[in-house]
């Protein structure tokens, strides 16, 4: 019988559908077997802090430097994520423990480097190590009775909890003085595959720990000229002080402990992905889940029963001649396809809409079929990125056709507006953003030559493509309305205050809000807090919802509004159908305020300017979304009706 396992989070995809097929992996990563003595590359990715937000490289530390520094060749993802992996000067070999080993010769720092590892620890940096290509992580112990217990006594209490945080800190303040972490004691985790030949076994990483430890030069006693050194007891050794107004004499020490794991290589990465609270993960989404179908039900069977109510009364009067004045949305059928101001505009965001909309939708996708796993670092972003540029010939497509329905005849100036409107958007905010990251030497200013690599993506693949897609979306027949329009446009009735763009904004934000803001607090956090995101399956299934429930409510929103005799849909529509953008923003604001630790100028600008694009994007994909649902309603209803 055939069968096929899809392991996730190791990006394995693994078919055998018959007995002598030789498993493959696409496209993630393969495992890597090791034999006991073989050398564990251990090298360095960034150092990373939330409360700046501004990654940096390795070496911008006066760490111990190999003979050679060699950076790895990035991804588009990589680069863009500040990550610039680099090796280091930590020796480590396969099932082969080190007790204490000297990294370099004693360093000296000079007063501008003790004053710069300073403020990186005040700013609470935490420096990231891969091996294997699986990322170090800190194991954080929570004891039952913490705050009662000290000491030996809380040792001897069993373990409440255990988590793990990315990447280790760099150091720790106490007052006004700042120590570093200058002895790393690596916890690297095996595990055996057995060989068919016999008794030999390939070794596989499947966990890499790290306790960092602040112990004074003096106090690890090298020797064997500096390869060699001890450690103190804990009880009688001194933190390595670093004192930002003078030289500080750094020994930078490690040692390694390998210890054999149950752990299969595939699910080696259950680790990191648990590090936040799973379980109130699922809760809540399940819940939201619930929620929303409910609410969409009950929607739902009000504006089916309405609307076979109004259609029924409106069929009857033509059947039985009544001369009653028509009232309701049927009064309006001879303006209500009327083409809106600036058709030109609003066809080309939606387009744009389209073009997120099949972008975010194949990335979902893709990532919960486990193809996009973190251990394929920089594959999502990627991907995300080309997928934008090819999907142009989507929105190019629909954005034309809309462009000839509206009565547009510029197609060209419509096809470049479309090509370029959004994308200019957000290439200049990132620029501006980019100026400033510059200005701070960080690494994640992307490099002049990965901005050009993006224009010529821009121009050479997105642009064509819109182009191609906005000409033969034009060439083709235009959206068949069920009725004419009149030539001369009827006066709107004065609105209610309730029927305010505003208001409706309001009202029609709340419920697509609902379906996903669980989702965004892990968002949020995998974004700001360095973390792990991973639940891919979720995602998908809020994506559903949200498409589900922005769909009802502007059909709900755009019933109302011509049960009102207000024929100005089309632009209405999209704002309001984006409403839930605008507690997105909302969301946002009280995440800085409650959840970040920012109080520069600059973190907090790359934090606003960042969130604005999301919230943009976010806008026009939600906007396209429940646009193009009513424009489906509002053609379904004018066809089911009699209208002479």
Avoid at 49 to 65: G, V
Wanted: aromatic share 16%; glycine share 6%.
């Amino acid at each position: 019988m055939a069968a096929a396992a899809v392991e996730t989070w190791g990006g394995v995809l693994l078919l055998s559908l018959l007995p002598w097929v030789q498993p493959f992996y696409v496209p993630g990563v393969a495992p890597r077997d090791f034999q006991k003595g073989d050398t564990v590359d251990i090298k360095a990715v960034k150092l990373t802090s939330s409360r700046t937000q501004l990654p940096y490289e390795y070496y911008s530390l006066p760490f111990c430097k190999p003979a050679t520094v060699l950076y790895k060749g990035e991804n588009l993802g990589e680069v863009l994520r500040g990550d610039r992996i680099v090796n280091t000067r930590y020796t480590v070999e396969m099932n082969t423990d080190r007790n204490c080993e000297v990294a370099c010769s004693k360093k000296t720092l000079t007063v501008a480097e003790s004053k710069l590892v300073a403020e990186r620890v005040q700013e609470e940096y935490y420096v990231h190590l891969i091996a294997d290509n699986l990322p170090v992580a800190t194991r954080l112990e929570f004891y039952p009775n913490r705050e009662a217990a000290g000491g030996e006594e809380q040792k001897k209490e069993p373990l409440k909890d255990i988590q793990f945080e990315h990447g280790y800190r760099l150091g720790f303040a106490d007052g006004n003085k700042f120590y570093l972490h200058n002895h790393l004691s690596f916890i690297l985790y095996f595990h055996k595959e057995k060989l068919e030949e016999g008794e030999v076994h390939n070794y596989r990483v499947v966990r890499f720990e790290v306790v960092p430890q602040s112990v004074k030069v003096e106090d690890l006693k090298a020797v064997d000229i500096e390869k060699t050194c001890s450690l103190p007891e804990a009880s009688s050794s001194a933190p390595q002080e670093i004192d930002p107004a003078k030289e500080n004499e750094v020994l930078f020490t490690y040692s390694v402990r390998w210890e054999e794991s149950e752990v299969k290589w595939a699910s080696r990465w259950d680790t990191y992905l648990t590090m936040s609270d799973v379980q109130i993960h699922w809760f809540s989404i399940v819940n939201s889940v619930v929620v929303v179908f409910f609410l969409s039900g009950i929607l739902s069977m009000i504006i089916i029963r309405t609307l076979r109510k109004d259609i029924a009364n409106y069929n009857r009067e033509d059947d039985i001649e009544d001369t009653m004045e028509e009232s309701g949305w049927k009064n309006v059928h001879g303006d209500v396809f009327r083409p809106p101001r600036y058709p030109m505009i609003l066809s080309s965001l939606l387009g744009s809409g389209i073009q997120l909309f099949c972008m975010v939708l194949i990335v979902i996708f893709v990532a919960m079929l486990g193809m996009l796993s973190p251990s394929s670092r920089g594959a999502l972003m990627t991907t995300a990125c080309f997928l934008f540029m090819f999907m142009g010939v989507f929105g190019g497509y629909f954005a034309g056709r809309l462009y000839r329905t509206l009565k547009g005849h510029r197609w060209r100036k419509g096809a470049f507006c479309t090509a370029t409107l959004y994308p200019a958007v957000v290439l200049g905010v990132c620029f501006i953003l980019n100026c400033f990251i510059w200005g701070e030497h960080s690494s994640g200013a992307v490099p002049f030559t990965t901005m050009l690599a993006l224009l010529c993506m821009w121009f050479g693949i997105s642009m064509p493509l819109v182009y191609l897609g906005y000409y033969f979306g034009f060439r083709k027949q235009p959206y068949d309305n069920p009725v004419r329009t009149n030539q001369i446009p009827r006066q709107v009735p004065e609105q209610r205050w309730y029927m305010n763009k505003f208001v409706g904004i309001m009202m029609a934000g709340i419920l697509p809000f609902g379906a996903m803001f669980i989702e965004l607090f892990f968002i949020f956090s995998a974004i700001w807090e360095n973390q792990f995101y991973y639940l891919f399956g979720f995602l998908f299934l809020v994506f559903i919802i949200l498409v589900v429930s922005c769909s009802q409510i502007s059909i709900v929103m755009v019933y109302f509004q011509l049960c009102a005799e207000d024929y100005q849909w089309w632009w209405r529509t999209f704002l309001v159908s984006g409403g839930s953008a605008f507690y997105v923003l909302i969301y946002a604001v009280f995440y800085f305020v409650n959840k970040l630790d920012i109080v520069e100028f600059i973190p907090s600008l790359l934090y606003f300017g960042y969130t604005a694009l999301m919230v943009l994007s976010f806008w026009l994909l939600t906007g396209t979304i429940g646009f193009y649902a009513a424009y489906m309603f509002i053609r379904k209803i004018y066809a089911a009706v009699k209208i002479d």
